[in-house]
């Protein structure tokens, strides 16, 4: 690798993983490194920062806990607004 050569890096600007610069190395090793969408320049960070990517298993979860949650509350939200008569 060298300087300008291209590298993909956690951008915590974008808050995801982007096509980034190299800007300055010492040696062989990366010091820092800019975001070539958003022009944000930073320390590297080995493609590593902010949350964890989820499995498709771990997202699906998630989700039909959530649709979950939000029928209980239409359930009860129409149970509270009925009269009896």
């Given amino acids: 690798m060298r ?3 291209y590298i993909d890096d956690y951008c915590t600007r974008c808050k995801r ?4 610069s190299i800007v300055s190395m010492m040696g062989e090793d990366v010091l820092k490194t800019r975001c070539r969408t958003c022009d944000n320049e930073h320390k590297f960070r080995g493609n590593k920062g902010g949350k964890k990517e989820l499995s498709a298993k771990e997202a699906f979860d998630i989700l039909m806990a959530r649709a979950g949650a939000g029928q209980a509350e239409a359930t009860t939200t129409e149970k509270k607004g009925r009269k009896k008569g």
């Fill in 3 to 5: 300087l300008g050569d």
């Fill in 17 to 20: 993983s982007t096509d980034h």
